[in-house]
């Protein structure tokens, strides 16, 4: 049974990461009409990139699925998710596509697994709630450290933006049980999809909520914290507003990726819990 929901999850994952890809028009990031504010991918190139990782996700959910407990499973996750990276990078010739991702989803691949392993149905927010005790503490261990005193490296780009700005990204993101996802993406997608819209267009309305919620490391790295802050969130809100799924009008989200073009600005922390809510929500068929 392991082995079955194990592939199973493993598919889940790698369906989200190309449901992601394909979504279309998605302002700022590569789909399958363009590069958005990319100069170096397009979809094929994510496409590629997720065939490339897609034979370590099962493993992923299984480190969850054998009842590893949650104080042990990122030494698990990790090693594999070091190995998806070089895969990623091998196939995408040097180009970070999906080094995020692969953080994100490895975790709930374990989550999903983990409350699998006791039961024999898991929601998404069990998932998430899982995943989030895998990475308990991780802002106090490895975040709030640097504020107090800055090491003599350099830092990433992900420990800047808390240094200077009390940003958490990702780290935040997963250790709080992926809010944006099950506050925002998530329920967004499924009245979207119950009210008779195309996955396509239910993707939509769930990037354009994650977008206005989510701590997006990658807007502010691209354009500056004062531009997330403060020109950032009304784009996006007029956008989120105005759009309908059920009668999708892609001009709004083209005029909003012509906004985004001056700065290249790209929204790739949300592109990312975007793929989070497609297999999240595709829990319901497991």
Same mark, same amino acid.
């Given at each position: 049974?392991?082995?079955?929901?194990?592939?199973?999850?493993?598919?889940?994952?790698? /369906?989200?990461?190309?449901?992601?890809?394909?979504?279309? +028009? %998605?302002?700022?990031?590569?789909?399958?009409?363009? @590069? &958005?504010?990319?100069?170096?991918?397009?979809?094929?190139?994510?496409?590629? @990139?997720?065939?490339?990782?897609?034979?370590?996700?099962?493993?992923?959910?299984?480190?969850?699925?054998?009842?590893?407990? +949650?104080?042990?499973?990122?030494?698990?996750? *990790?090693?594999?998710?070091?190995?998806?990276?070089?895969?990623?990078?091998?196939? #995408? $010739?040097?180009?970070?596509?999906? !080094?995020?991702?692969?953080?994100?989803?490895?975790?709930?691949?374990? =989550?999903?697994?983990?409350?699998?392993?006791?039961?024999?149905?898991?929601?998404?927010?069990?998932?998430? !709630?899982?995943?989030?005790?895998?990475?308990?503490?991780?802002? /106090? !261990?490895?975040?709030?450290?640097?504020?107090? !005193? *800055?090491?003599?490296?350099?830092?990433?780009?992900?420990?800047?933006?808390?240094?200077?700005?009390?940003?958490?990204?990702?780290?935040?993101?997963?250790?709080?049980?992926? +809010?944006?996802?099950? &506050?925002?993406?998530?329920?967004?997608? *499924?009245?979207?999809?119950?009210?008779?819209?195309?996955?396509?267009?239910?993707?939509?309305?769930?990037?354009? #909520?994650?977008?206005?919620?989510?701590?997006?490391?990658?807007?502010?790295? *691209?354009? =500056?914290? $004062?531009?997330? %802050?403060?020109?950032? +969130?009304?784009?996006?809100?007029?956008?989120?507003?105005?759009?309908?799924?059920?009668?999708? $009008?892609?001009?709004?989200?083209?005029?909003?990726?012509?906004?985004?073009?001056?700065?290249?600005?790209?929204?790739?922390?949300?592109?990312?819990?975007?793929?989070?809510?497609?297999?999240?929500? @595709?829990?319901? %068929?497991?």
């Amino acid at each position: 049974m392991k082995s079955r929901e194990a592939k199973l999850l493993a598919e889940a994952a790698h /369906e989200a990461a190309v449901s992601e890809a394909l979504t279309t +028009p %998605k302002p700022g990031l590569v789909d399958a009409e363009g @590069s &958005g504010c990319h100069n170096d991918m397009d979809c094929a190139l994510f496409l590629k @990139s997720a065939r490339a990782i897609a034979p370590f996700w099962e493993a992923q959910a299984r480190t969850g699925l054998e009842g590893t407990p +949650p104080s042990a499973a990122m030494r698990e996750l *990790r090693a594999a998710g070091a190995a998806m990276e070089r895969a990623m990078f091998a196939a #995408t $010739d040097g180009i970070n596509t999906h !080094k995020g991702l692969i953080y994100l989803m490895s975790l709930l691949l374990y =989550g999903a697994g983990y409350a699998l392993s006791s039961r024999d149905r898991v929601s998404a927010a069990d998932a998430a !709630k899982a995943a989030s005790l895998a990475v308990r503490g991780v802002v /106090e !261990k490895e975040l709030l450290p640097l504020a107090e !005193k *800055r090491p003599a490296r350099e830092l990433s780009n992900g420990e800047r933006l808390f240094v200077e700005y009390g940003i958490t990204g990702i780290r935040g993101e997963a250790a709080a049980a992926f +809010p944006s996802v099950i &506050g925002g993406g998530l329920p967004a997608m *499924r009245r979207a999809a119950e009210a008779g819209a195309s996955e396509n267009d239910a993707g939509l309305a769930a990037l354009l #909520t994650i977008m206005t919620v989510c701590e997006d490391s990658n807007v502010i790295h *691209r354009a =500056g914290y $004062d531009y997330w %802050k403060n020109v950032y +969130p009304p784009l996006v809100g007029a956008a989120l507003a105005a759009f309908d799924p059920c009668r999708p $009008d892609y001009r709004l989200l083209r005029e909003l990726e012509a906004a985004f073009l001056p700065l290249r600005v790209s929204p790739g922390g949300a592109a990312d819990l975007l793929s989070c809510t497609y297999f999240l929500n @595709s829990l319901r %068929k497991i």
